[in-house]
């Protein structure tokens, strides 16, 4: 299994960025995916999730500012990433969840200045 990520980068107070997660190697219509993220100095923490039927789980810092979404047909994870502040700076990673099993792709480091 494979996860690629891309789309981060730097951006000021404010702005918006969107990221993408390819997967490969899995049946990506039947698992749940994913975006989590981790800061400097703290835990790896959950930003949302979209499940096989379409239910989407957002962290309550990201509620209204971020818009996760899945395309099936290209087997890939989008977060848009909107109103972006200094706290959401993190590496974020994709993940899959499927047969009990998590697959995680590399980061993607996304800087925010004010």
């Known amino acids: 299994v494979q996860l690629q990520a891309s789309g981060g980068g730097s951006v000021q107070a404010g702005g918006s960025l969107r990221l993408s997660c390819a997967a490969s190697g899995l049946t990506f219509s039947s698992a749940t995916v994913g975006w989590f993220r981790q800061a400097p100095g703290k835990k790896r923490e959950l930003v949302a999730t979209?499940?096989?039927?379409?239910?989407?789980n957002y962290a309550d810092s990201v509620k209204g500012r971020f818009t996760i979404s899945r395309d099936n047909g290209e087997n890939t994870v989008y977060l848009q990433l909107s109103s972006l502040e200094p706290d959401d700076t993190a590496v974020y990673y994709c993940?899959?969840?499927?047969?009990?099993?998590?697959?995680w792709g590399q980061g993607t480091l996304v800087t925010v200045s004010s």
């Open positions: 979209v499940s096989s039927g379409g239910r989407t």
């Open positions: 993940n899959a969840r499927f047969i009990a099993t998590a697959y």
